[in-house]
């Protein structure tokens, strides 16, 4: 893998980091690959359809 740095409002990595402490996701970079993944899906590869 590969590894990017990204800036974001402290509202959304607040709203990241409650997730992981709830265990939804075990860590950021999980969250982003499953976030990245699913508006990449929804983007490009169901547009296709």
């Keep these: 893998m590969k590894l ?3 800036k974001m409002p402290e509202a959304l990595i607040d709203g990241m980091d409650e997730l992981i ?3 939804v996701y075990p860590s950021r970079s999980a969250l982003m690959r ?3 993944r699913d ?3 929804k983007e490009l590869w169901e547009a296709k359809r």
């Design 21 to 23: 402490k709830k265990g």
């Design 34 to 36: 499953t976030a990245v």
């Design 39 to 41: 508006l990449l899906r």
């Design 4 to 6: 990017i740095s990204v």
